[in-house]
């Protein structure tokens, strides 16, 4: 059965320092596609990336950088040099072409403090 | 681009009134869903719609929800009669025509049910 696991629930660091929050799924299917959400404090959920299983290679976008491992079927997300305007709820989600439906399976978010 | 609106951005109701949640896609966009996050859990999958049909509704919890989507635009969401373990976050998102493509979301409806 499809699952994402974000097995830290909150996390507190300085800032400047860098964070990475961690993302493992499971499914069957060899075809499906990672995502990543910001929920900031307003309460939207703001989009940052997306990835499908084909491509293995690591992303970076200014301060944010991803991992996607399928050997350990993990797509970790690292902030690099903190700031207070990170603060927020970080989901991580999977979706499954298979199901022919484009219902993003989501975990169960982490939250982000960042302190000045 | 206008980003997906919803209204009303926070309700509060009696365990076994009506409340009815409205969601605008972007302007274009075909696929639209339905999530719900209940308090401190992770945000659940409700239902998907392509244009007016649904295309899977396995996530509506029971049959007082009811979701349509006259004429592929906008799109309704009405609980009928509203129970406590209905409060929580609903989130409506849109993507264009794939069902792979990103999902841009709404900000929310906060649903308190007392």
């Known amino acids: 059965a499809q699952k994402v696991t974000q097995a830290q629930t909150e996390i507190s660091v300085v800032e400047k320092e860098d964070v990475t929050l961690d993302c493992v799924y499971e499914t069957r299917d060899t075809t499906y596609y990672l995502f990543w959400y910001k929920q900031p404090p307003s309460g939207e959920l703001v989009f940052l990336i997306r990835r499908n299983s084909f491509d293995e290679q690591n992303e970076i976008s200014g301060r944010y950088s991803w991992n996607f491992q399928k050997s350990t079927s993990s797509f970790n997300f690292t902030i690099t040099a903190s700031q207070v305007v990170d603060s927020a709820v970080y989901f991580c989600a999977l979706s499954e072409p298979s199901s022919n439906t484009g219902k993003l399976i989501f975990g169960q978010g982490t939250t982000l403090q960042v302190k000045p | 681009e206008a980003g997906v609106t919803q209204f009303p951005s926070h309700s509060v109701i009696e365990k076994g009134q009506t409340v009815t949640l409205r969601c605008d896609p972007i302007s274009g966009h075909d696929n639209l869903y339905w999530y719900r996050r209940v308090m401190g859990k992770e945000i659940k999958f409700l239902l998907h719609?392509?244009?007016?049909?649904?295309?899977?509704e396995s996530g509506m919890p029971n049959n007082r929800f009811l979701a349509e989507r006259t004429g592929g635009t906008y799109s309704t969401l009405k609980v009928q009669p509203a129970e406590l373990e209905d409060s929580g976050v609903y989130f409506c998102a849109s993507s264009r025509t794939d069902f792979q493509e990103t999902q841009y979301f709404g900000p929310g409806t906060r649903l308190l049910v007392l």
């Open positions: 719609f392509v244009k007016e049909s649904k295309q899977d």
